[in-house]
């Protein structure tokens, strides 16, 4: 089955960047998401990228698909406390029907160090 | 952007009450909209998926008697946890999507359930 994988926590200094890692199984996603979820919120959709693109930046977001490695990342420059939060990396195997729901990773915790 | 509003934000009740828990879309149709449930340090898990005018399907795993989903028109989608435990307690959130692909999904705030 599909499967997501992402580390729980990364801790980076204010000012830094963060790069948030996850990597999927299933070879037939065809788009990949960035949620962020602040304490006790929803999900905010961050950033997506589909599966035929290498890379895609948004301001201080840019994220990275390997897709012969099924890797993806999600680099935030210049982390602010603000940034604090859970990220979760998020995939839709696009099968051209309905509208399916997402599998998503556990979520990454971004801890900033003053 | 599109709004999708869950409601309650928090719910406390007693073991063996019926919960119900609102999602509504505030400024678009939503023909399908998701029920998910998180586990704390645990991933997003999907539990159905909900159709207008049509009956949900169930993820595997997920008692369809216990989480009754209504989707009884385009903007408003309901999931009631009859007989709650404590082993139900979780955080819920819904998504709806206005658009044929997930680009345009957008998240409910969730809701806390707390059963004592």
């Known amino acids: 089955g599909e499967d997501v994988e992402q580390s729980l926590f990364l801790s980076v200094r204010e000012g830094d960047s963060s790069v948030i890692n996850c990597t999927y199984t299933?070879?037939?996603?065809?788009?990949l998401y960035w949620y962020k979820q602040e304490p006790g919120a929803g999900l905010q959709l961050l950033t997506y990228?589909?599966?035929?693109?290498d890379m895609k930046q948004d301001q201080r977001l840019t994220v990275l698909l390997n897709k012969k490695d099924k890797h993806l990342s999600l680099r935030i420059a210049d982390t602010q406390t603000g940034d604090s939060a859970i990220y979760f990396c998020?995939?839709?195997?696009?099968?051209?029907?309905?509208?399916?729901?997402?599998?998503f990773g556990k979520g990454t915790h971004l801890i900033i160090q003053p | 952007g599109a709004v999708v509003s869950q409601h309650p934000s928090r719910v406390i009740c007693k073991s063996g009450t019926s919960v119900k828990i609102e999602c509504r879309s505030l400024?678009?149709?939503?023909?399908?909209m998701f029920w998910y449930r998180q586990f704390p340090k645990k991933s997003l898990m999907l539990m159905a998926t909900?159709?207008?005018?049509?009956?949900?399907?169930?993820e595997q795993g997920v008692e369809k008697d216990k989480f009754l989903i209504n989707h009884a028109s385009l903007t408003l989608s309901t999931l009631t946890v009859t007989s709650a435990h404590p082993e139900d307690s979780s955080f819920y959130i819904c998504?709806?999507?206005?658009?044929?692909?997930?680009?345009?999904?957008?998240f409910g705030s969730g809701t806390q359930l707390s059963v004592l």
């Open positions: 998504s709806a999507n206005s658009g044929a692909t997930n680009e345009k999904l957008f």
């Open positions: 299933d070879s037939s996603s065809t788009y």
């Open positions: 990228i589909f599966s035929n693109m």
């Open positions: 998020a995939e839709w195997p696009y099968s051209g029907g309905g509208a399916d729901g997402l599998t």
């Open positions: 400024d678009f149709q939503a023909t399908t």
């Open positions: 909900s159709n207008e005018g049509s009956k949900a399907t169930y």
